[in-house]
């Protein structure tokens, strides 16, 4: 994945924006090819021509984002930029293997594990937002009843006139 800068760029944020952009496009890349990485190369182009690169590999193969941006990030860290002008960075996925070949841990975090969900369209197969049944009840049935509080349900000891547990 290549991306160069329409100027060059002293730009922190806008460098990191380019990168993330190049770490989405490689991990939709490798996983609609069915493959992961095994390490990731980095390579940044300064004005004047000079250019440097480093690689660097992954714990475990992996073609998803966070694997994928928390490496690039530690390579454009070692770079220790700072005032160079770069026009152009690079990023490729280098020793690459199937993905059915990777194992799969199995993860208590739900939140990481959704964000490795496929962001994909859906296909003609799958039914879309639009289409997919509604998962509400019909309007015709009645609305739950709201729960009670703790004092007219007998439970509470703020009011002990009406507690039965007194």
Known sequence: MRHT????TLDGAAVRAALLDLI??????LRGRGQAARALTLCLRFA???SWERTRRLAK?????DDLRQLAYQLMDAAG???GRL???VLRGEDLV???QVAEQISLDGARESR???SRPPTGSEPSSATAPSARPPSSAAPPEPRQPAWRRGCCSTRPACCRHI
């Open 61 to 65: 193969p992996s073609a998803h984002e």
């Open 116 to 118: 490795w969900s496929p």
């Open 81 to 83: 930029l700072q005032r």
């Open 48 to 50: 004047g021509g000079t």
């Open 24 to 29: 989405v496009q490689l991990g939709l890349l």
């Open 5 to 8: 800068f329409d100027r060059h």
């Open 98 to 100: 199937d993905a059915d």
């Open 87 to 89: 026009t152009g960075l």
